[in-house]
């Protein structure tokens, strides 16, 4: 069953079939999946009052285990993002009695981003909700098509220097 990628990519053959644009057939789909995918989590984030970066923030702390504490560069490592955009992230959440930043005990002048028990639970409603986003997403891949992806995935990602930490 041909789609539209496959469209454009008979479109370039018939037009420049002097160039292989096959890189075109997993780039494509993965920025059209990509946009769909998007599409799926902001719709599930909506229903809990929240965006795909306050879902970040809020994930990073309640995945880091008790006490749900991070200092503000762990958090931009983990979501790659420059630290005035960690710091206007923080301000809206604390703002909305999500998160909390208190001295950190270890160095006087740092801080630390603390997940309050309002953050916690909203964090718990909302993990589950994107879970089932995410498997729906992912239905029409079997088990062992899902594990073959991922790992093609990473092999790629690590490939551009995307891997992380």
Known sequence: MADHVDRVLEQWHAERPDLDV???AVIGRLSRLSALVDAELRRTFARHGIDA??????????RSGPP????PTELMRSAMVTSGAITQRLDKLEARGLVERTPDETDGRGRRVELTEA???????ALPDHV???????AA???AE????????RTLLESL????S
Do not use: Q, W
């Open 146 to 153: 899902r594990k073959n992806l991922a790992e093609t995935l």
């Open 161 to 164: 220097g995307g891997s992380g």
């Open 68 to 71: 749900y504490r991070l200092t």
């Open 22 to 24: 096959s890189p075109m």
């Open 119 to 125: 953050g916690r639970a909203l964090i718990d409603r």
């Open 53 to 62: 970066a306050t879902f970040d923030v809020l994930a990073t702390l309640r």
């Open 132 to 138: 089932a986003t995410e498997h729906r997403i992912l």
């Open 141 to 143: 891949l079997g088990s």
